[in-house]
């Protein structure tokens, strides 16, 4: 395959992957056979547990980012606490084309598509202008699995993906830390064959060579970090890209609904240039103009994708 053609469809796979990982080893302990009132105490209790990590990592707030790539898995976890009450996150979260308004907010996805029967459609490409025979279609199932006062569980699905990927998992989890604030938890997984391996070590050793992830690894003979590369590097910044998604849509609902669409796209993009050396892609002003022009033609063409 040219690699012209791989490296939009790596994009894809990264992308993709920063949502899942969660949904592996943590998730597997929250089973959806659990009360939702043992889930919900799990997850503060395992928010808990990642104090130590919040207080010492350089997000600069209560946010703890994990990765794993073994067994031909990749997965991604982000907790973190956000200043919306719990009631604000159920209302903002349980259908899926409140979802679509998150996930187009990331630089490579083109549009997302929710459609009857719980059924979202992403269509993701290379980070510019792209045609219709650059971008990947990926279709997801989404399900409430938990709705309840103190404890809501949505979870995405789809068998597969791009070069071999499969077994895509995207999940949240969220109950109240208190009357103004609450945990959730993001979780992102895929799994991947041999043909996915090479073709992302194709990227990592090309466009994607320079980036990093989150996790500090060691320390150089100057002192500075050492941060992950590679496949775990991809999916660290995929997961945190997804989750600052998750919170500029919901920061966006304070505003006059006219006015949402594009307070979103601002927030989502000085959100990830907090962190520049793993999230930076491209400048304000080509991301603006991108994304308008891009939900623009997705408002007017698509029910379910619209602006809320």
């Known amino acids: 395959m040219p690699r012209s053609k791989i490296v939009p469809i790596l994009a894809v796979i990264g992308l993709v992957a920063a949502f899942a990982l969660a949904a592996g080893a943590a998730l597997a302990a929250l089973g959806p056979q659990d009360p939702a009132a043992d889930r919900a105490a799990a997850l503060r209790h395992r928010f808990e547990e990642l104090r130590g990590a919040i207080a010492s990592n350089g997000f600069g707030r209560p946010v703890a980012l994990v990765s794993h790539d073994q067994d031909h898995r990749l997965e991604g976890d982000v907790y973190a606490l956000v200043d919306h009450p719990f009631a604000e996150v159920e209302r903002a979260l349980r259908e899926p084309a409140q979802w679509c308004q998150v996930l187009v907010l ?17 269509y993701i490409a290379r980070k510019g202008e792209s045609t219709a ?65 090479l073709a992302m070590q194709a990227y990592l050793s090309t466009a994607g060579a320079h980036k990093v992830g989150f996790t500090v690894e060691g320390r150089d003979g100057s002192g500075r970090p050492v941060y992950v590369r590679g496949m775990r590097g991809v999916m660290e910044r995929n997961t945190m890209r997804y989750f600052l998604a998750i919170e500029a849509y919901l920061d966006s609902l304070a505003a006059p609904p006219p006015a949402r669409q594009d307070a979103r796209i601002a927030q989502w993009f000085d959100a990830s240039e907090r962190y520049p050396l793993q999230l930076h892609e491209m400048d304000r002003d080509d991301y603006v103009a991108m994304k308008r022009r891009e939900l623009h033609a997705a408002n007017a063409g698509a029910p379910g994708s619209g602006p809320s």
């Open 133 to 197: 025979a650059e971008t990947f279609e990926l279709d997801f199932r989404f399900r409430v699995e938990s709705l309840g006062e103190d404890f809501m569980r949505i979870a995405l699905a789809a068998d597969s993906g791009p070069l071999g990927t499969r077994d895509y998992r995207i999940a949240l989890e969220a109950t109240p830390a208190d009357g103004r604030h609450t945990i959730i938890h993001l979780g992102y997984a895929y799994g991947y064959g041999m043909v996915s391996r």
């Open 106 to 122: 990331p630089f490579n996805v083109k549009r997302c598509d929710a459609r009857g029967g719980g059924a979202l459609s992403m």
